[in-house]
């Protein structure tokens, strides 16, 4: 039997490789890398809203 190591990490590269060609190539509306940032910031706007009322 032989013995496979890496493999794993290959097939999440391709895959991270993929997605951000998707993103970066699609050119439909605005940027989709434009509206994952503004959705990134506005969840951790939400986050930490949560956790100033929370204490």
Do not use: H, N, W
């Not at 997605?19 to 959705?39: D, F, K, R």
Request: overall charge negative; glycine content about 4%; hydrophobic content about 55%.
């Amino acid at each position: 039997m032989t013995t496979v190591r890496g493999q794993a990490s290959t097939e999440y590269l391709v895959v991270l490789a993929f997605c951000v060609l998707v993103l970066v190539v699609s050119a439909v509306g605005p940027a989709p890398v434009t509206e994952l940032i503004q959705a990134i910031k506005d969840y951790f706007a939400a986050y930490s809203y949560a956790i100033s009322v929370s204490s």
